[in-house]
């Protein structure tokens, strides 16, 4: 059963999807839609029916023609409806005469014909210890990433703006109880941020602070505003839980992405790792952020202290069932001065085996190698990247900084030159957006086979 009736009520029985020409005329739709009392959801577009990245809407296949009438009397301008039967399907032969189980056999089956893993699946898959079938894992989701979203790496840069903080995660070395120097960058230092960032060619800021309220909605919005209108650039907010209304004005302002991680789906787990948040209300909020049309990025936490394999196959199930189009899943650290300081550290292979399973269950999505699974083992961004994931944050704060913006100790700085040994080592490609004319006069030396 899928975890869908587990987090909220769903109708969607046979599922049929809505593409749209562009996020207004998606938003129109829905909005549309929930006026005729039509049940729907937003989901990343799947594989085949559209852009990677890029919202579809999910309905039943009983109001197919009710769906067709409202579109076409709106003038929406509609790419397709479609039925979700018709999943693209992988090719998956080379796998067939590989040493696996026969259980392994019957889940690689339904993987090529794109059926959605049970739970059970899932746990299997998390299960694996033989090395032939942990390299197998790998392997097919290293075919459904380049199927997906090719060999492009994406470069996301962030700028860790602030890092005041009123909420006290047991696990995040920057909650409000522990000792750090705290500081707040003015809106003109991230601009001179940004700066630096558009010259490079970066098409995508991403701006993330502790949860700090001096950032009222109007400083960021006139953050946002200022980045939008000087340099074009796409937005992710990372701040934390915000009101609905200010999700709805983020969305309005051009902020593309909003990364809120859910951590756990494990309701246990999730309260007792954040003494000041509650799960239902975090819920409540990758709802609100989905259904303002900002992108949705999640994800969470492996190994953090009783978490169970149970517990981490739910993890991975709700990013399916909840549409989050970018996914990071990273180990969990030990962070210096949180009551969590003396636990042991996620494991490098359980969290690589996370990321294969996620890219093979949500497919048509981003999933970055994270900084904290590239803090945890030198190799471990290009391991990632080889196991499904295809985006980097560049760590873009101001390098006096940095040092304060400690969420868990021993933080990769990840930066450009270790991003291109990543890609380089995982047999991948830089985006061509880049500015490698000014790259290369700065001193970095970067080979032309590596640009796509
Ligand atoms: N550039 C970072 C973005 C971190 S987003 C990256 O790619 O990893 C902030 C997230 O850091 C939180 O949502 C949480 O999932 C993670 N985090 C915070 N404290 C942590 C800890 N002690 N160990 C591991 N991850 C942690």
């Not at 197919?64 to 090719?91: F, G, M, P, Q």
């Not at 189980?101 to 339904?110: R, T, V």
């Not at 990543?422 to 061509?432: G, H, M, N, Q, V």
């Amino acid at each position: 059963m899928s975890l869908l009736g587990k987090f909220f009520e769903t109708n969607i029985k046979e599922p049929y999807i809505l593409v749209c020409s562009s996020k207004s005329q998606m938003l129109f739709s829905k909005e549309l839609l929930d006026k005729e009392n039509i049940d729907n959801e937003l989901i990343p577009t799947p594989k085949g029916f559209g852009e990677v990245c890029t919202t579809a809407i999910k309905f039943d296949k009983k109001h197919k023609n009710k769906v067709k009438r409202i579109t076409n009397e709106n003038d929406i301008e509609v790419l397709s409806i479609a039925s979700l039967e018709n999943k693209y399907k992988y090719n998956l032969s080379e796998i067939y005469d590989m040493n696996i189980s026969k259980d392994f056999k019957d889940i690689i089956n339904k993987i090529e014909a794109n059926t959605d893993l049970n739970k059970e699946e899932v746990k299997y898959l998390l299960s694996i210890e033989d090395e032939d079938e942990y390299n197998v894992l790998i392997r097919t989701a290293d075919i459904i990433r380049k199927e997906c979203v090719g060999d492009r790496i994406e470069l996301r840069a962030a700028i860790e703006f602030s890092n005041y903080c009123i909420k006290n995660c047991n696990y995040c070395g920057v909650r409000k109880d522990n000792s750090t120097n705290r500081y707040r960058m003015n809106k003109k230092e991230i601009l001179n941020v940004v700066d630096n960032l558009y010259k490079i060619g970066i098409k995508t800021v991403i701006l993330q602070s502790g949860e700090d309220p001096y950032y009222t909605t109007d400083k960021i919005l006139s953050i946002v505003k200022e980045i939008k209108d000087k340099y074009k650039m796409g937005i992710t907010l990372s701040i934390g839980e915000r009101t609905q209304e200010e999700y709805k004005i983020f969305s309005e302002a051009g902020v593309n992405n909003y990364l809120l991680k859910i951590e756990t789906a494990s309701r246990r787990l999730f309260n007792k790792i954040h003494p000041d948040d509650d799960f239902d209300d975090r819920i409540k909020h990758h709802k609100f952020i989905r259904d303002s049309g900002i992108r949705l990025g999640s994800g969470g936490m492996i190994g953090l202290p009783t978490q169970t394999i149970d517990e981490i196959a739910d993890d991975i199930l709700f990013q399916r069932d909840y549409g989050v189009h970018m996914i990071g899943f990273g180990p969990f650290l030990p962070a210096k001065g949180t009551p969590y300081e003396n636990e042991s550290k996620g494991d490098l292979k359980l969290t690589l085996k996370v990321v294969a399973i996620t890219r093979i269950v949500c497919q048509h999505v981003f999933l970055p190698a994270t900084t904290a699974i590239a803090s945890l083992h030198p190799d471990g961004q290009t391991l990632a990247l080889m196991a499904g994931a295809n985006t980097i944050m560049l760590i873009s704060t101001p390098s006096h900084l940095r040092e304060s913006y400690q969420i868990y100790s021993q933080k990769n700085m990840v930066d450009l030159s270790f991003t291109i040994k990543s890609t380089k080592d995982s047999k991948r490609k830089l985006p061509k957006y880049l500015n490698y004319s000014y790259l290369k006069s700065i001193g970095y030396d970067i080979d032309d086979e590596l640009i796509k």
